[in-house]
């Protein structure tokens, strides 16, 4: 992907609005979650996939109080019982 940066502003409830080119370039939609941390200094705005709490498979997963695991590692629990 090209290099690309914009300007924008926060709001005064602490908001941002991803412009669109970028929203369109990411399939990113309304309610689509957003991961945002921070690298060094940089804060990142990363689109979620939810993925195992584990080792981070995203196929065959089982959602649990809001966790996600994947098949392989359930399968590793029962097999280590
Ligand atoms: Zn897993």
Known sequence: MKKW???CKVDSLGRIV???RLRNAFDLNAGDPLEIYIDNETIVL???IQS???CGN????T???GKYICKDCINSFVENK
């Open 18 to 20: 991803v412009p669109k």
């Open 52 to 54: 195992c709490i584990f």
């Open 5 to 7: 940066n914009e300007i």
């Open 46 to 48: 990363k689109k979620y």
């Open 58 to 61: 995203q196929n065959d997963l």
């Open 63 to 65: 959602e649990k109080n």
